[in-house]
């Protein structure tokens, strides 16, 4: 978001139940295999924008991983992220000059219609258009709930939101919103 003073809510969800875990986490994984397959063929193929990555992969992009261009558009952004990040670092730590960039797993970036941020909540949509709610949990919520009744009624705008999987079954939650 370039030009637009931003910032970062942060929340976290309740334990999710293991039927939701076990929605959720092939969601994490796919989308790990997608960026990393994309930083792949940044590094391949010398691209210099995001642009050019897009058309490039796109038609492949959906036959192997997911259709909406919502995604493949996240997906993308997150790779490029994650070069240059790679790249600034590689700079300065010697062991890293060699070795290409690697997202890690149990971790995402979505944009608005992947991810619809409410009061109490969060959808994610999934590969197959199935919505599943992740609920904040109550102290965190009632922390920022000036916020995220903003970002619910549209007076503030959503930016991508990160959800970062942790292992004991719930989600830290970071939401970039305008101010």
Do not use: C
Request: aromatic share 8%; proline share 3%; net charge positive.
């Amino acid at each position: 978001m370039s030009g637009v003073e931003s910032k970062i809510v942060k929340l976290a969800s309740v334990t999710l139940t293991r039927d939701k875990q076990d929605k959720i986490e092939p969601e994490f994984q796919r989308y790990a295999s997608a960026t990393n397959y994309v930083i792949n063929v940044i590094l391949k193929e010398h691209f210099s924008s995001g642009s050019k990555t897009l058309e490039y992969i796109r038609e492949e992009f959906s036959k192997r991983f997911d259709k909406r261009e919502h995604y493949l558009r996240d997906v993308v952004k997150t790779a490029w992220v994650e070069v240059s990040r790679h790249r600034r670092l590689a700079e300065m730590v010697r062991s890293m000059r060699n070795k290409p960039p690697v997202f890690r797993e149990w971790r995402v970036v979505f944009s608005r219609p992947i991810v619809n941020v409410q009061e109490k909540g969060l959808n994610l949509e999934t590969r197959d258009r199935e919505r599943i709610s992740i609920p904040f949990d109550k102290p965190s919520r009632n922390r920022v709930a000036n916020q995220l009744r903003e970002l619910a009624t549209g007076q503030k705008k959503q930016g991508r939101v990160r959800l970062t999987w942790n292992k004991e079954g719930y989600m830290n939650i970071d939401i970039r919103m305008d101010i």
